[in-house]
């Protein structure tokens, strides 16, 4: 049952809203005050008529909407050039919309909802076609008396003995629909039985996807850590080196209990200051040469082309360029230094002496170890640099990789 129709901008009405009361509806008013434009509009909305003049002067387009029942809102919205249906159901925020229409053609969930089908008349007659009893037309009155050369279709419906034959139709097309209901309902219990079967198997998929996801997890855990075994094996070597070192130096230091204790030399702390950083920082340049030998036998990175390993490398590359300032300034430091005054008992400034040396020595022997590091610091920096290039952007989120700035580079 039709509850309200709204027209706008269709034919002479912009905005009407006619809410149908219970029983009988009647609309009066003078000639020309758009009568027949709410019958065509409901026409309009049941059979989709072949374009005409629907739409209003200086608008866009026309609108139709018949709200039933049960809430449902049905629009017809004529364009310049296309048809388009929309259905709001309640509760529903966006309407169902069909589009591609042709000429004369409604959707079947529409005319389900509106309940207004032409009735078929079973005259026997051939190219019958079918009488509109719902909607009224004031040039086709529904009371028609015609002659022989008019169309006496209607004529002949209500002449019948009081429309029984129009009530026998309405009683087949009833049942036919609640037959075809019935059969769309079965159709949906078993289908829904179906469902609820595929759904009970697929209760283990939640279990089974946690698993997957911790056996993930537990094989990137697995693959980082062997990623770190060459760093533990080379602290292992470190260890057992320092250990013969304190050994050594508990067996020198057992010796020298009896010696006088040494004079006071100037800067003392600071060199042993430089020489303690020197030597950490051979270990940290040989662990760096283990890792970059490891990090060598890599395989070549996804397509996603992950920064992970990039900024790993940067990391390195920026503390290893700071340790070889610093060492830098210590070393420019330590040449500065004055020689040892003159002392009378020579033995033990000729052992420091010859401790000098060699820490001399290995400090010549660790300049050029910082220079090929700093070689191989260049080189890593210029595979960097091409490497980022080719990745282009951040595949995190999409700006443009710069080496300057990654690196620390001034000037770029």
């Known amino acids: 049952m039709i509850h309200k129709i709204v027209l706008k901008n269709f034919l002479a009405h912009k905005n009407t809203e006619l809410r149908l009361g219970p029983g009988m509806t009647?609309?009066?008013?003078?000639?020309?005050?758009?009568?027949?434009?709410?019958?065509e509009g409901l026409r309009c909305v049941a059979q989709n008529p072949t374009p005409r003049h629907f739409i209003r002067h200086g608008a866009t387009e026309a609108r139709v909407t018949v709200e039933v029942d049960d809430g449902t809102k049905i629009t017809w919205i004529r364009k310049k050039a296309t048809?388009?249906?929309?259905?709001?159901?309640?509760?529903?925020?966006?309407?169902?919309?069909?589009?591609?229409?042709?000429k004369g053609e409604v959707p079947e969930e529409v005319l389900d909802l509106l309940r207004l089908d032409p009735v078929n008349l079973e005259s026997g007659r051939a190219n019958e076609r079918s009488v509109d009893v719902h909607i009224g037309n004031q040039r086709k009155p529904i009371f028609l008396l015609a002659d022989d050369s008019a169309d006496t279709r209607m004529a002949e419906f209500f002449a019948?003995?009081?429309?029984?034959?129009?009530l026998l139709a309405m009683q087949k097309l009833l049942k036919n629909r609640i037959r075809e209901a019935k059969t769309e309902e079965k159709g949906l219990l078993r289908r829904m039985d179906g469902l609820a079967t595929d759904l009970d198997r697929l209760v283990p998929l939640p279990d089974l996807s946690l698993e997957l996801a911790r056996a993930a997890e537990m094989d990137e855990a697995t693959r980082r850590s062997g990623q770190f075994l060459p760093q533990l094996e080379a602290m292992l070597d470190r260890d057992r080196a320092?250990?013969?070192?304190?050994?050594?130096?508990?067996?020198?230091?057992?010796?020298?209990?009896?010696?006088?204790?040494?004079?006071?030399?100037?800067?003392?702390?600071a060199l042993?200051?430089?020489?303690?950083?020197?030597?950490?920082?051979?270990?940290?340049?040989?662990?760096?040469?283990?890792?970059?030998?490891?990090?060598?036998?890599?395989?070549?990175?996804?397509?996603?082309?992950?920064?992970?390993?990039?900024?790993?490398?940067?990391?390195?590359?920026?503390?290893?360029?700071?340790?070889?300032?610093?060492?830098?300034?210590?070393?420019?430091?330590?040449?500065?230094?004055?020689?040892?005054?003159?002392?009378?008992?020579?033995?033990p400034l000729a052992g420091l002496l010859r401790?000098?040396?060699?820490?001399?020595?290995?400090?010549?022997?660790?300049?050029?170890?910082?220079?090929?590091?700093?070689?191989?610091?260049?080189?890593?920096?210029?595979?960097?640099?091409?490497?980022?290039a080719e990745i282009g952007d951040c595949p995190l989120c999409g700006a443009p990789l710069k080496p300057g700035s990654l690196l620390g580079k001034e000037g770029s």
């Not at 019948?160 to 129009?166: I, N, W």
């Not at 910082?370 to 640099?385: C, F």
């Open 26 to 39: 009647v609309l009066t008013g003078p000639n020309n005050s758009g009568k027949s434009a709410v019958v």
């Open 242 to 269: 320092l250990r013969s070192t304190l050994d050594r130096s508990q067996a020198r230091s057992v010796q020298m209990v009896g010696l006088a204790p040494p004079p006071v030399i100037h800067d003392t702390p």
């Open 160 to 166: 019948a003995s009081s429309e029984s034959a129009h």
């Open 83 to 102: 048809v388009i249906y929309e259905v709001l159901r309640p509760g529903a925020e966006v309407p169902e919309v069909y589009r591609k229409l042709k």
């Open 355 to 388: 401790d000098i040396q060699g820490v001399k020595a290995r400090q010549a022997q660790l300049a050029k170890v910082l220079e090929a590091r700093q070689t191989q610091v260049e080189s890593l920096r210029t595979e960097i640099e091409a490497r980022m």
């Open 272 to 347: 042993e200051q430089v020489l303690g950083f020197v030597e950490t920082l051979g270990t940290r340049i040989a662990m760096g040469s283990k890792r970059q030998l490891a990090l060598s036998s890599l395989a070549e990175p996804p397509e996603l082309h992950s920064t992970t390993l990039v900024a790993e490398i940067i990391l390195k590359h920026n503390e290893l360029t700071s340790q070889v300032k610093k060492l830098a300034i210590r070393s420019s430091e330590l040449a500065n230094l004055q020689e040892p005054p003159m002392l009378f008992d020579e033995e």
